[in-house]
């Protein structure tokens, strides 16, 4: 994606040039933790269906690996970040001690309605 090199979907494709559009929306660094999710998405849904992850045993010191992961494959954080328009919030300062709240929120909801 960073190198412009097709993708092996086309909605992919379309996604990588609005990337590009969060910049015209948000505080540049509102849109990089926005960037930076996506990728982080990405990466833990490849991850998820490989077989030696799969079969992983959970260590016992690793007790914050499932929240780890969530974070990571969950939607929480770039929805909480789109939140806040740049023009209607211009100091990420006023705001951005509550992300990790609103994305634990659309987390949660979001595995609500999956098994709804």
Known sequence: MLTSQPQLHPLLDIFVKKMGDFYLHFDPLVADSITASFFSFIFTCNLEPRLDY?????RPGALNW??????????????????????????IVEFMQAIPDMANFFNYVNDVLRFV
């Open 54 to 58: 799969r079969a992983m045993p959970l």
């Open 66 to 91: 499932a929240n780890f992961v969530r974070m990571r494959n969950g939607i929480g954080e770039p929805l909480a970040w789109m939140t806040f328009l740049k023009e209607e919030n211009p100091d």
